[in-house]
Structures are given as C-alpha cells and as structure tokens.
C-alpha cells in the first residue's frame, strides 16, 4: 500500500538584523553586475546563486530563481515559495548564528552600533562562519534549520 507524501510546510523568514540579501539592496547608483544567468538568460543578476564549469571549461553563474526552480524540482515541493522558504533557511540559519557573535562581541565591548565593530565585521563573519562550521555537523545544521521559532 502506497502512502501519500507529507507535503513540506512553509517556514517563516528569519529576519536578519545585520545581513540582507543583495536583492534587498535599493540602490539606484548600482552599476549592472554584467552577469548573466546561464539557465533563464536573465541578464545583470544580483543575486548569484551558483556556478559551475561547462563542458568546454568556462564559469558559468546563475540566478536564485534559477536555483530554486531546480531545488523546487529536487526535493518535491510543491510550490516555488515553499522551495524558496526552504532554501533561503540553509543560509539565513548560519546569518543569524552570525548576528548572534557579533551582537555578543559588541556586548562584550560595549558598543552599541553595528557601525562601531564596522572595521572588524569581516573578521567576525570569518569566525562565527568557522565556529559554525565547527561546532555542527551537517546533521545538526539540517535540524536547526527546520526549527520554526528562530528567537535571539
């Protein structure tokens, strides 16, 4: 006897104090990228999503549509939001992990900017990426990112 697949929810936003996502970004005075999605042709993305060499050796890039449309097709879901949910939350996990060392960094030094740690926000995304990378296998990270409630 067949079962009938559970269909994946959909999972909140986690929203980023410190991170955004170039998409978000509303500037005029941006120059167009140049770069073009190898799958939709979509010309001056800004979010890159991916790269791969072709058959003939040459980098190819593309968009986060593009991206999710084959994570979508992947893993079965049914819907592009649900996919885009799902895929947005392995990345914007390890942001928040993220914006939690620096906000405790910032503590601990008693700023009260983002501005103030502005200098060393390179070297802290450096750290927190490694402690991150250090502290969870690939399991654990699966399991936080299915979490509902993300809580600072």
Known sequence: MKTKKEPKKNLPLIVLKYHCRPSEV????????GVACYFCRA???????????????KEQVYCEKCATKMYKEELGFRTYKAAYAHRRRLFDVGYLFNEI????????RGFT???????KFGALNEISKNLWNYLFSKEEKNELKRLKNKRR
């Open 113 to 119: 900017k983002v501005d103030d740690v502005f200098e």
């Open 43 to 57: 010309k001056n993305i800004v979010d890159i999503s991916g790269g791969f060499r072709d058959k003939k050796g």
């Open 101 to 108: 060392i620096t906000d405790e960094y910032m503590k601990m």
């Open 26 to 33: 509303k500037d005029e005075n941006r120059p167009p990228s």
